[in-house]
C-alpha cells in the first residue's frame, strides 16, 4: 500500500508559477512509474508527466517546455514545477505511483490559473 499526499495548489495570475509536491508513505525508489495527472471539469483525468525509475521523464505536449517533473527520494517526494501557466491549466492535480502492478493515487490538489 503506498499512500500519496499532494500539496502546493492554489490560485495564481496567466504567467505565474506554482509547485506541487507529492510525498510518499514509502521510499519511492523501488516505484516504477510516479506521475502527475489532472482533471478539468467535464473533462477526463489526463497524464501530465511522469517520472519513471531511471529517472526517464514524459510530458504531455500541452505542457512540455512548461512544466517540469522531478523527484527527491531522500524526501520520497515527486515535485511538479510549473511555470508560464495558463488559464487552460486549472484543474484539479493527481499524484499517481504505478508500484507492484498496483496504481495509487493522492486525494488531488486544486490549481486554478486566473486570467
Known amino acids: 500500500q503506498v499512500q500519496l499526499v499532494e500539496s502546493g495548489g492554489g490560485l495564481v495570475q496567466a504567467g505565474g508559477s506554482l509547485r506541487l509536491s507529492c510525498a510518499a508513505s514509502?521510499?519511492?525508489?523501488?516505484?516504477?512509474?510516479m506521475g502527475w495527472y489532472r482533471q478539468a471539469p467535464g473533462k477526463q483525468r489526463e497524464l501530465v508527466a511522469a517520472?519513471?525509475?531511471?529517472?526517464?521523464?514524459n510530458y504531455a505536449d500541452s505542457v512540455k517546455g512548461r512544466f517540469t517533473i522531478s523527484r527527491d527520494n531522500a524526501k520520497n517526494t515527486v515535485y511538479l514545477l510549473m511555470n508560464s501557466l495558463k488559464p487552460e491549466d486549472t484543474a484539479v492535480y493527481y499524484c499517481n505511483a504505478l508500484y507492484r502492478r498496483n496504481s495509487y493515487w493522492g486525494q488531488g490538489t486544486q490549481v486554478t490559473v486566473s486570467s
Open positions: 514509502q521510499t519511492i525508489f523501488s516505484i516504477n512509474v
Open positions: 517520472i519513471i525509475s531511471g529517472d526517464s521523464t
